[in-house]
């Protein structure tokens, strides 16, 4: 472009992406409340077309037709997506979303060295570093975030956790292979063929790295691929000398690492234990039998027996899991909930930080049936109150309400914070059977004397006891 | 060199930045500033951009039409589907 002298146009592209930078930060800041949510996200798409716009200026780009295809292209297939998209299927679109980010990073990386090295400039070793690990942690990223994706989805891989001495094995060499090229890339910079085998390693890197890890570890998993996904981006921007890139990249590997810790806390494990543990796979040897258990202690009940109950609650908790997802039970739900409320109880929902399969999964779910933010409360907040609470109604959940967390120090989910429903006067368990969850321990929750048991589909059972409690 | 000291510095000034803030981001709109956040990270369009706009057409171009066509799914996409969740938040408010 020749509208401006070179000297004013490098102003000008660094003021703008100042401005962006200031803008990705406000935008973040604004969803620190559902209030000011919405017009943070609109604040954050403001910043990326004003860097987009203002990149297209730089001396640099001189041909529009590859860009242009590449963007039309682009905003067909994510806006398509976006829209399309059920609540439910979000942490799949979002594990998707980052891989593309990642791979996104590795092209730039790769083209930057091809370009550089053709053009017969020498590599610097710290643009080669940069380089090397924006191949490496976008690649990981890249084909994690895919296996990711088909576990979520449950296509063409198995969900639940794997393992095998051969993929921990794997994991070894292909790290340490990955490591021994990227100081290659240091210690010699300007080989093209060293890039090309990092990227091959690290993409399968990746897959070893997540195949392992079972379905209901997927929040920690989607939110370290989340960061990773900031830190390539990160990197990338080393390799340019472009300080909004670096910004950028490190608020979002910030918020995938708090994210990751705040999911690890929730299921008292460390992240190594999520990552390598093959937590759910074999149950432990010393656990109580479902037998013990739930042997002629069931209480199974119907939903006109529950709606009996109900009829005559003051306080009713609704805990959700992964399950209500599964059956698309939110309007259901949702219904019940307007007809308690109508009669005067007090309907509260208490979610817990791992329900579901991505932070804050339950809370979309909900938010999509109506339900105002403000009922949903979080765990810490709402189990002192479980002592006075009538009715708990637990609709796909089982793990994270799983007494054995506090009473059995042995019990492999022993320390987990789970929510305290067992205080309740009457607890309502709705499940399709007594299966047990990712932990792969019975519940004693399910047997206890205040426990009914509610066998069926979550949606058809909150449908039934809403219509028994019209009848009544 | 310098021209490095300024990157990190702008790196771990952004990084505790970032963890300021998120921190202060409550649990029900996880999963918006996950998608909003990733939305975001498609920053790299930027360097998309550069790679594929260049002179000559080549290898470069290629690899650089790839990411943008990548990038530009992560950024609209994103930001898109933040939208819409975060439109469920705070629309019709009625129920108490």
Known sequence: ?472 | MTLLLTSLTVFVLAMFLGLEIITKVPPTLHTPLMSGSNAVSGITLVGALLAAGSAHQDLATYLGFAAVFFATINVVGGFLVTHRMLAMFTSKKKKG
């Open chain 1, 1 to 472: 472009m020749v509208l401006f002298n070179p000297e004013m146009r490098d102003v000008i592209v660094g003021v703008s992406y100042l401005i962006a930078a200031v803008l990705f930060v406000t935008g973040l800041k604004g969803l620190t409340h559902p209030r000011t949510a919405v017009s943070g996200n609109v604040q954050s798409a403001l910043g990326m077309l004003i860097a987009i716009l203002v990149t297209l200026l730089e001396q640099r780009v001189v041909s529009f037709e590859w860009i242009i295809a590449g963007i039309a292209l682009g905003t067909v297939v994510g806006a398509v997506w976006a829209i399309k998209v059920q609540m439910t299927g979000m942490p799949q679109l979002v594990a998707l979303f980052n891989g593309f980010g990642g791979i996104a990073s590795v092209l730039v990386a790769t083209a930057e060295a091809w370009a550089t090295i053709q053009s017969g400039n020498p590599l610097d070793k710290v643009t080669s570093l940069s380089i090397a690990l924006s191949a490496l942690i976008g690649a990981v990223t890249f084909t994690g975030s895919f296996v990711a994706f088909c576990k979520l989805q449950e296509v063409l891989i198995p969900s639940g956790a794997v393992t095998t001495v051969w993929l921990k094995g794997s994991n070894v060499i292909l790290a340490l292979l990955s490591l021994g090229l990227t100081i290659c890339m240091v210690v010699a910079p300007g080989h093209l063929n060293v890039l090309w085998i990092l990227c091959a390693v690290s993409l399968a890197l990746g897959f070893t790295l997540v195949i392992p890890i079972g379905g209901a570890d997927m929040p920690v998993v989607i939110a370290l691929l989340n960061s990773y996904s900031g830190i390539a981006a990160c990197a990338t921007g080393f390799i340019l000398n472009n300080n909004l890139l670096i910004i950028t990249g490190s608020l979002v590997g910030a918020s995938g690492i708090i994210l990751t810790k705040i999911m690890c806390k929730a299921m008292n494990r460390s992240l190594t234990n999520v990552l390598f543990g093959g937590f759910g796979a074999v149950a432990a040897s010393n656990v109580r039998t479902e037998d013990d258990v739930y042997a002629g202690k069931i209480t199974s009940a119907s939903a006109d027996e529950a709606a009996m109950v109900l009829e005559g609650a003051q306080r009713v908790v609704i805990v959700p899991g992964y399950g209500m997802a599964v059956s698309q039970a939110q309007h259901a739900v949702c219904d019940l909930v307007d007809l308690l409320a109508s009669r005067g109880v007090n309907v509260d929902f208490a979610i817990h930080p791992v329900a579901g399969r991505m932070p804050g999964h339950m809370n979309v779910l909900l938010a999509e049936a109506d339900i105002p933010y403000e009922k949903m409360r979080e765990m810490d907040d709402i189990n002192p109150e479980f002592d006075s609470v009538d009715v708990v109604l637990v609709i796909g959940a089982n793990d994270v309400v799983n007494p054995l967390a506090r009473e059995d120090p042995t019990s492999p989910i022993a320390g987990m914070p789970i929510l305290n429903v067992d205080k309740a006067r009457t607890v309502m368990v709705i499940k399709r059977s007594l299966s047990p969850g990712f932990a792969g321990i019975p519940n004693p929750l399910f047997a206890a004397d205040n426990t009914m048991m509610l066998f069926g589909d979550g949606k058809q059972m909150a449908v039934d006891i809403t219509n028994a409690l019209k009848e009544l």
